[in-house]
């Protein structure tokens, strides 16, 4: 079994800066992908960024040049740094990991979320 556990979320001031972490444990062999999600309030689950195995990178639009996803592999972490954050980036944030895993097949695993909060 794998677990993943994020941290980092809170309540930030517009044009503040928090760091996000997602720690994988467990029977991990490798990690394909990982992702960062949000959902707000009444809206559905999207794609913030992503970070392959070779470490290329894709971001949403709107957060491209602000946010930066990047990955200990000897840790099994991912980390998302969310700068210049903007009211509409509120939402609560999920981490996502597609495991290969040590025996049976890859899948994913996904975090409990943590909520990040912008006031103006």
């Known amino acids: 079994q794998v677990q993943l556990v994020e941290s980092g979320g809170g309540l930030v001031q517009a044009g503040g800066s928090l760091k996000l972490s997602c720690a994988a444990s467990?029977?991990?062999?490798?990690?394909?992908?990982w992702g960062w999600y949000r959902q707000a309030p009444g809206k559905q689950r999207e794609l913030v960024a992503a970070i392959a195995n070779a470490g290329t990178t894709n971001y949403l639009d709107s957060v491209e040049g602000r946010f930066t996803i990047s990955k200990d592999n000897a840790k099994n972490t991912v980390f998302l740094q969310m700068n210049s954050l903007k009211r509409e980036d509120t939402a609560v944030y999920y981490c996502?990991?597609?495991?290969?895993?040590?025996?049976?097949?890859?899948?994913?695993?996904w975090g409990q979320g943590t909520q990040v909060t912008v006031s103006s």
């Open positions: 467990g029977s991990i062999f490798s990690i394909d992908v």
């Open positions: 996502n990991a597609n495991v290969i895993p040590t025996v049976g097949p890859r899948r994913h695993y």
